[in-house]
């Protein structure tokens, strides 16, 4: 308990122990999964000789049918207690990673196991982040909630930084499996550190007396939808994540393949942009006490928005290296000050009763966007080529801050006294 308070009182302001045990679960899962980035793709390439095909599939089919998977658990997590829920799934996670090691060592690993597990993950992945939303909003007052917020996200991009490095380093010495067991521990040391969390967790919601309908599954849906702040900022998300990750793959080919950089210079493109990230986390609370909450989202939403056209113009050597850097440096800035003030904004906004229904059905919706851009655009990258498929997409990113909830008009009225956004009663 003792080094679960001394986690909770870092950077100052104290969240209690038990955030700190929380913190700590979700660093070691996170740096777990960067340690592992890119395991999946190279084990189906070194181990099972897939083609491009496949390792496609496998970054696309899993997460889509992941996300299908995911919808009938939104409901189901809202009514449950969310701390089993969220050990559970980090087992969940852990043991379905752990058959990739075994099977490999037993001579019978195949590339359907690598999809099925891919898709238990990705399911997984959704349902921890609907509970793990809820489970936040009962542990802190709302108040704490843009630190914990920015605590998250610095954390994300420090095991970011540091992540891959490391994971390169092991996959060199112990092979990309290595990586995978790697990232299987983490999980279960996360749902370790969750359920030191210990208290008393409120009651769920309580179950409906009526058996559960089909139509039930889409309330996430129609929550979001019904709000005028929710339903452009989930437009706005699920379009700005899709189209940068849709641009990820080509930019892979362009510096890499037709560019000429070497595998080291693209990881240092990424990976030193990525301390943007640890600066915009660290001013996304002070900027909100100063210019208020939602002009702060729609400031950083359209800024982050300017950067990833420029992402279809790097030459070669030093110039087109320091090009990508500062781009990426940019992008990666302004993200970070606007996912903690989205996602503060989008607990603000939904009521207790509805949170892990609500997050489910925002996490399916992105990362069904997410797959089907990516897909879309290796389509385009095909036809156009990488270069003129990256501005296309940069283009189209332009124009994400339209679906921002209010856009100028918020700006205008944040300094006339419109309230904070509270939660949406029943």
Not at 287 to 296: A, K, M, S
Not at 309 to 314: E, S, W
């Amino acid at each position: 308990m003792g080094s679960g308070h001394r986690l909770g009182e870092l950077l100052g302001h104290r969240l209690g122990w038990r955030f700190g045990w929380l913190w700590g679960a979700y660093g070691t899962s996170a740096l777990g999964t960067w340690l592992a980035f890119g395991a999946l793709p190279l084990i189906a390439i070194r181990v099972l000789h897939a083609g491009p095909a496949e390792v496609a599939a496998l970054a696309g089919v899993g997460a889509a049918v992941g996300a299908a998977a995911a919808v009938p658990l939104g409901p189901w997590v809202e009514y449950r207690r969310k701390r089993p829920v969220l050990i559970a799934t980090d087992l969940v996670r852990c043991a379905a990673l752990l058959t990739i090691p075994a099977a490999f060592a037993l001579g019978a690993l195949t590339f359907l196991q690598l999809l099925l597990v891919s898709v238990v993950v990705a399911a997984a992945d959704i349902t921890f982040r609907a509970a793990s939303g809820a489970y936040l909003k009962t542990l802190l007052p709302a108040e704490d909630l843009l630190v914990a917020g920015a605590r998250f996200e610095s954390t994300a991009w420090t095991t970011t930084i540091v992540g891959p490095p490391l994971g390169g380093a092991l996959i060199g010495l112990l092979g990309p499996v290595a990586t995978v067991a790697a990232d299987a521990l983490s999980y279960l040391l996360s749902a370790l550190g969750i359920r030191a969390t210990g208290g008393d967790e409120p009651p769920p919601v309580p179950r409906p007396a009526a058996r559960p309908r089909a139509g039930d599954l889409l309330d996430g849906w129609r929550f979001i939808l019904a709000d005028g702040t929710l339903r452009p900022l989930l437009l706005n998300t699920a379009l700005f994540n899709g189209l940068v990750m849709a641009a990820e793959p080509l930019l892979a080919v362009l510096l890499l393949d037709r560019l000429g950089f070497a595998p080291w210079q693209y990881g240092l493109a990424f990976a030193v942009p990525s301390v943007g990230g640890l600066l915009g986390a660290r001013l996304a609370r002070p900027l909100v006490t100063r210019f208020g909450q939602r002009r702060v989202l729609v400031a950083s939403g359209a800024l982050r928005a300017l950067w990833p056209v420029g992402l279809a113009f790097p030459g070669t050597g030093t110039g087109g290296l320091l090009l990508v850097m500062g781009v990426e440096f940019g992008l990666i800035l302004c993200c970070a000050v606007f996912n903690p003030v989205s996602a503060t904004y989008r607990l603000q906004r939904t009521a207790t009763d509805r949170v892990a229904r609500t997050l489910s059905a925002w996490a399916v919706t992105t990362k069904a966007a997410t797959a089907l851009l990516v897909a879309l655009w290796g389509v385009l990258g095909a036809l156009l080529g990488p270069r003129t498929a990256i501005g296309l997409a940069g283009v189209l990113l332009l124009a994400t801050p339209l679906l921002l909830p209010g856009g100028a008009a918020a700006l205008r009225s944040e300094s006339g006294a419109g309230p904070e956004p509270q939660p949406v009663g029943r």
